[in-house]
């Protein structure tokens, strides 16, 4: 019997539970990934981002093979011709099941319920899974039965029915017998999205595995108070390795508890806290699951559609160059851009200054994320998105506006964040680095706006939103 794993952001062998029941099941396997590239750019996605999927999918591509398991890559151009290009593929060679892990944004969720559809109505068998979760987005509700849309509770929910099955990975499979299809070769795609951000990521699940071991040994008990500053080399920079699914987030969960005598609840207080964001990002596949309105590009607290956001481009572009004329915001602006990642205390930053400061739709910045991420994901962005704009789950309340410039005072108190990123700003003295009293002399720019009065304009025009 021949079958198909299709890969997606799945690419890794260990605990993977679509390619491990397929090569359970199966005498012979094929791994099928789909090229979608009008879909990639109707998305938005970054192009380091795409660099990086394709090099580490050629790295799996290397793994795969040591198991006779060939990796075939298909056109689709756009979700819409999956299904057929799936069926026409397993009718030609002759497939009798298809094996895939689930993903939770609007547009994936419907592109695989009309795969199913259609391979079902071939006679072909179609298994799916949930690789990116624990707990099943559904699965999880509040006494009243209805989904959570708070995290603590959500939290306590997840821990007080989690079993320890749930958390034994899937090994990596054995050979399977020779198949006569052949591997694709990548390369001429690689090119095509050849990108120098791309080239300081490591590629691989092992090399991924030893760093997140090595971090949580080294770097885990000081997790908690270390990952909120920004010049500090405190977290794990996991996330793109998590959203394209180089290693699982159980995978991750098992590794903390090692270090943590078993314990993922209690115990070294880094360790816990490094649980507890991994959840986070369970919580908000949760939310977009079970609100798919919030990846219609709608806000999940319904009177905040109301709001008459600023159109202000000027401004716009400004933040969207690092330009503002507050450090602390241009320097995390000016890491994305260089790195394709942005350390998540700037991403608050950042996100709340365009969102209230400036007052400019949180959407507009929430592409603007996408556009250029290595770890650019739908359900964690948009989260993180709502939460600083106060139009979602758990969101900062509108009145609780956060500083950039008493932020940088707390979290880059000498400025190190900011040189690193600005170098106009290197010989600018510790006292003035957060809001340098005369700009010009370091070729830098004044700020755009008044915190003061902007951050009243913005309670004030949420105030009149819930009036
Ligand atoms: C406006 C905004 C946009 C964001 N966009 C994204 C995005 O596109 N992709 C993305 O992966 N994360 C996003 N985040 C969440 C967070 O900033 C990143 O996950 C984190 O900075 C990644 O760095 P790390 O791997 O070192 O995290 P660590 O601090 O080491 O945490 C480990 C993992 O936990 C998860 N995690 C940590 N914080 C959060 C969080 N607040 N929300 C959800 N998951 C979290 C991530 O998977 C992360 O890799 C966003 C946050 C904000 C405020």
């Not at 559809?117 to 068998?125: A, F, L, M």
């Not at 600083?388 to 000498?414: C, H, K, L, V």
């Amino acid at each position: 019997m021949k079958s198909i794993v299709w890969l997606r952001n799945d690419l890794r062998l260990l605990d993977n539970p679509a390619l491990w029941h397929a090569c359970n099941a199966s005498e012979e396997v094929v791994a099928l990934y789909l090229i979608t590239e009008d879909q990639w750019k109707s998305h938005g996605d970054a192009i380091c981002k795409i660099n990086f999927w394709l090099k580490n999918l050629s790295s799996l591509q290397n793994s795969l093979a040591e198991l006779n398991i060939p990796l075939k890559i298909l056109e689709a151009e756009v979700y819409k011709n999956c299904p057929e290009v799936i069926s026409k593929y397993c009718k030609e060679k002759n497939i009798s099941n298809v094996y895939l892990n689930l993903e939770y944004p609007i547009n994936e969720l419907n592109r695989d319920r009309e795969v199913y559809k259609t391979i079902k109505e071939n006679g072909i068998g179609v298994h799916t899974y949930h690789d990116q979760v624990i707990h099943e987005p559904g699965s999880l509700k509040t006494g009243a039965g209805n989904n959570f849309s708070v995290y603590s509770p959500f939290k306590r929910k997840w821990f007080e029915l989690l079993k320890d099955e749930m958390l034994d990975l899937f090994p990596i499979p054995k050979q399977k017998n020779k198949t006569d299809e052949k591997s694709s070769d990548l390369s001429a795609l690689i090119d095509k999205y050849d990108n120098p951000i791309c080239s300081n990521w490591e590629i691989g699940e092992i090399k991924v595995q030893q760093n997140i071991s090595k971090f949580l040994k080294s770097k885990g008990s000081s997790y908690k108070d270390d990952r909120n500053f920004p010049g500090m080399d405190g977290c794990s920079k996991i996330s793109p390795y998590l959203n394209a699914g180089i290693i699982s987030a159980k995978w991750c969960l098992v590794e903390a508890a090692k270090n943590n005598n078993g314990d993922l609840a209690e115990g070294d207080k880094g360790i816990v806290h490094w649980v507890s964001e991994i959840l986070w990002r369970e919580f908000y596949r949760h939310i977009i699951y079970n609100f798919p309105k919030v990846s219609k590009n709608k806000p999940f607290l319904d009177y905040t559609d109301k709001m008459v956001w600023s159109d202000n481009r000027v401004f716009f572009e400004a933040w969207k160059k690092g330009r503002t004329g507050i450090p602390i915001v241009d320097a995390g602006i000016r890491e994305m851009l260089s790195t394709g990642w942005m350390h998540n205390r700037t991403r608050m930053i950042v996100a709340m200054f365009l969102s209230k400061n400036l007052l400019i739709d949180w959407r507009w910045g929430e592409e603007f994320f996408m556009n250029n991420l290595i770890d650019g994901d739908i359900a964690s962005n948009n989260g993180g998105w709502q939460w600083s704009a106060s139009t979602g789950t758990d969101a900062a309340p509108y009145f609780r506006i956060m500083n950039p410039m008493t932020q940088s005072e707390r979290f880059d108190s000498e400025g190190k964040y900011i040189r690193t990123w600005i170098p106009e700003l290197k010989n600018c003295p510790t006292k003035d680095i957060h809001l340098p009293p005369n700009p010009e002399s370091y070729d830098y720019v004044d700020p755009i706006v008044d915190l003061k009065e902007s951050r009243q304009n913005a309670i004030k025009a949420f105030e009149n939103l819930k009036n």
